[in-house]
C-alpha cells in the first residue's frame, strides 16, 4: 500500500512544532484558546481540544469530503472527565450531576467531536492506551488500503488536568496530527510505502526491525508515537532520506511504519 503525508504538525508546550514534543509540560491555556477560535468548543474535553488544534493546523474547515475518515488515539482522554462525574454524584447525589458532562466519559466522544468539527463523514474511530498514537496512524493506513478512505486523518493526544496529574505527576499534554491522503497532493512530505504490526519487535521483517526499542510513550501519552511520525515525515522532507517508524502500538503489540520520500 502507499500513503502520502501531506501535512503534519505537532501541538505541545512550546506550541507549534515539526515534532519536536520538547520538554515535559502543559500548554497553556492562552495557547490553546489563541490556536483554536473557531466556534462550538465548549462541550470538549481538553484532549479534545488538544487534539482539534493539531487537527485544524493540517485539516482546514471546509476542506472535507465524502470519504474522508478521521483516527484519535489517546490514553487519558476521558479520566478527568470520568472522575469529575463520579466526584459530583457521589458528593452532591446523582440528580446533580450535569448530564452534558456525561458523554466525555465515553472515549470515542472525542473523535466523534473532532471530526464533527471538521466536517468530516467518513469513519471515525478511537484507539486507547499510551500507545495509541502510533496505532492510531496504523488504522489510518489501514482504511486507505482498504478503500473505505480517500484521505485519513490520524491523531495522538493526551491532556493533563489535574486529576491526571494526582496519579501521573509527571504527566505532560500535547498532540500530534498527519493527514494521510491516497494519492499525492501538492506539499506532500513523505510516502508511506509500508506498515506493519506484530507481537514483538523481533516479529518484524528484518528491513524494518529496529536496532534498539523503537518509540516509547513517555510523559505524552499517546502523542508520542504520531509525534515520531510527524518528525520522520518532515525529515524525509527536508534530506530525502527514507525513514522508519517503529513502536507499541496498543493491540498489536508493536508497529511500524516506512517512509521515502
Same mark, same amino acid.
Given at each position: 500500500?502507499?500513503?502520502?503525508?501531506?501535512?503534519?504538525?505537532?501541538?505541545?508546550?512550546?506550541?507549534?512544532?515539526?515534532?519536536?514534543?520538547?520538554?515535559?509540560?502543559?500548554?497553556?491555556?492562552?495557547?490553546?484558546?489563541?490556536?483554536?477560535?473557531?466556534?462550538?468548543?465548549?462541550?470538549?474535553?481538553?484532549?479534545?481540544?488538544?487534539?482539534?488544534?493539531?487537527?485544524?493546523?493540517?485539516?482546514?474547515?471546509?476542506?472535507?469530503?465524502?470519504?474522508?475518515?478521521?483516527?484519535?488515539?489517546?490514553?487519558?482522554?476521558?479520566?478527568?472527565?470520568?472522575?469529575?462525574?463520579?466526584?459530583?454524584?457521589?458528593?452532591?447525589?446523582?440528580?446533580?450531576?450535569?448530564?452534558?458532562?456525561?458523554?466525555?466519559?465515553?472515549?470515542?466522544?472525542?473523535?466523534?467531536?473532532?471530526?464533527?468539527?471538521?466536517?468530516?463523514?467518513?469513519?471515525?474511530?478511537?484507539?486507547?492506551?499510551?500507545?495509541?498514537?502510533?496505532?492510531?496512524?496504523?488504522?489510518?493506513?489501514?482504511?486507505?488500503?482498504?478503500?473505505?478512505?480517500?484521505?485519513?486523518?490520524?491523531?495522538?493526544?493526551?491532556?493533563?488536568?489535574?486529576?491526571?496529574?494526582?496519579?501521573?505527576?509527571?504527566?505532560?499534554?500535547?498532540?500530534?496530527?498527519?493527514r494521510l491522503s491516497a494519492v499525492r497532493e501538492a506539499g506532500c512530505?513523505?510516502?508511506?510505502?509500508?506498515?506493519?504490526?506484530?507481537?514483538?519487535?523481533?516479529?518484524?521483517?528484518?528491513?524494518?526491525?529496529? #536496532? &534498539?526499542?523503537? @518509540? +516509547? /510513550?513517555?510523559?505524552?501519552? =499517546? *502523542?508520542? !508515537? #504520531? &509525534?515520531?511520525? @510527524? +518528525? /520522520?515525515?518532515?525529515?524525509? =522532507? *527536508?534530506? !530525502?532520506?527514507?525513514?522508519? @517508524? +517503529?513502536?507499541?502500538?496498543?493491540?498489536?503489540?508493536?508497529?511500524?511504519?516506512?517512509? @521515502?520520500?
Amino acid at each position: 500500500m502507499t500513503a502520502h503525508v501531506t501535512a503534519a504538525t505537532v501541538f505541545g508546550p512550546a506550541g507549534f512544532t515539526s515534532g519536536d514534543l520538547g520538554e515535559a509540560g502543559l500548554v497553556s491555556d492562552d495557547l490553546v484558546a489563541s490556536a483554536l477560535t473557531m466556534r462550538g468548543l465548549r462541550p470538549l474535553s481538553r484532549t479534545a481540544r488538544l487534539a482539534m488544534v493539531a487537527a485544524a493546523a493540517v485539516w482546514p474547515q471546509g476542506s472535507s469530503g465524502g470519504r474522508d475518515a478521521v483516527v484519535l488515539g489517546s490514553a487519558r482522554s476521558s479520566l478527568a472527565p470520568l472522575a469529575e462525574f463520579v466526584q459530583v454524584a457521589a458528593e452532591h447525589g446523582p440528580d446533580q450531576v450535569f448530564p452534558m458532562a456525561f458523554p466525555n466519559t465515553v472515549v470515542s466522544v472525542h473523535v466523534g467531536y473532532v471530526a464533527t468539527l471538521l466536517g468530516i463523514t467518513g469513519p471515525a474511530v478511537a484507539v486507547c492506551g499510551e500507545h495509541a498514537g502510533l496505532e492510531a496512524v496504523v488504522e489510518a493506513c489501514a482504511l486507505l488500503d482498504g478503500d473505505r478512505a480517500d484521505r485519513a486523518l490520524a491523531i495522538g493526544a493526551d491532556a493533563a488536568e489535574p486529576t491526571v496529574l494526582a496519579g501521573e505527576p509527571g504527566a505532560a499534554e500535547a498532540a500530534a496530527a498527519v493527514r494521510l491522503s491516497a494519492v499525492r497532493e501538492a506539499g506532500c512530505l513523505a510516502r508511506i510505502t509500508g506498515w506493519w504490526t506484530a507481537p514483538s519487535y523481533d516479529d518484524l521483517p528484518l528491513g524494518v526491525r529496529p #536496532a &534498539a526499542p523503537g @518509540v +516509547a /510513550a513517555g510523559p505524552f501519552g =499517546a *502523542a508520542s !508515537g #504520531a &509525534a515520531a511520525l @510527524v +518528525a /520522520a515525515a518532515h525529515a524525509v =522532507a *527536508a534530506d !530525502g532520506r527514507p525513514r522508519t @517508524v +517503529a513502536g507499541r502500538s496498543g493491540v498489536y503489540g508493536v508497529a511500524a511504519v516506512r517512509l @521515502v520520500p
